[in-house]
């Protein structure tokens, strides 16, 4: 008997069934109580980027160049969660984000792309406040940047390259650096 409430408990606070948006379908928003137990939390389809987050960007942001730019740091992000004492590594990843960023503020008008994010828009915040969003996961983010504490970091450049997504916003996979 036992295990049957345990089967319908699991049952009933779990979402089950996906959505499509702009033709990629999420993963099921995960209970929250199960996915904040972990620093790592749930991420069902193994693309590196935690389910609610996930979801989160998908129903935030509408143009794929930003979807892009979000998942982008929320993978590099949850980089820092799993090994924050990996810190000069994962920077490279960051390091890749703020290129990136840099290319759609600064360089997407002269090279007449059809998208620009506004200059003056603070996406560290945007994503850090749903990435970050237990005492423990902030601690872990605290702890990477304990690591980088002291050393000497140059810019990677900024440029269109450094986008690990292809135009349709979807992550490519990661190269070895």
Request: hydrophobic share 30%; glycine share 6%; net charge positive.
């Amino acid at each position: 008997m036992k295990k049957l409430g345990l089967t319908l408990l699991l049952f009933f606070t779990s979402n089950t069934y996906s959505e499509t948006i702009n033709g990629h379908t999420l993963p099921p928003e995960p209970n929250p109580k199960i996915n904040n137990s972990t620093l790592l939390g749930i991420d069902s389809n193994n693309n590196g980027v935690r389910d609610d987050v996930e979801r989160w960007i998908y129903k935030t942001y509408k143009h794929p160049i930003e979807i892009g730019i979000f998942m982008q740091s929320a993978r590099a992000y949850n980089m820092v969660i799993v090994d924050p004492s990996k810190a000069k590594e994962t920077r490279n990843h960051i390091s890749n984000i703020v290129g990136c960023i840099g290319y759609w503020k600064y360089y997407s008008k002269e090279n007449n792309e059809t998208y620009i994010l506004d200059p003056f828009r603070d996406t560290s915040s945007e994503i850090n406040k749903i990435q970050f969003n237990t005492r423990k996961r902030h601690m872990v983010y605290e702890r990477f940047n304990r690591e980088l504490s002291g050393g000497v970091y140059g810019s990677s450049g900024m440029a269109k390259e450094k986008c690990e997504f292809d135009e349709n916003g979807i992550l490519k996979p990661l190269k070895d650096k």
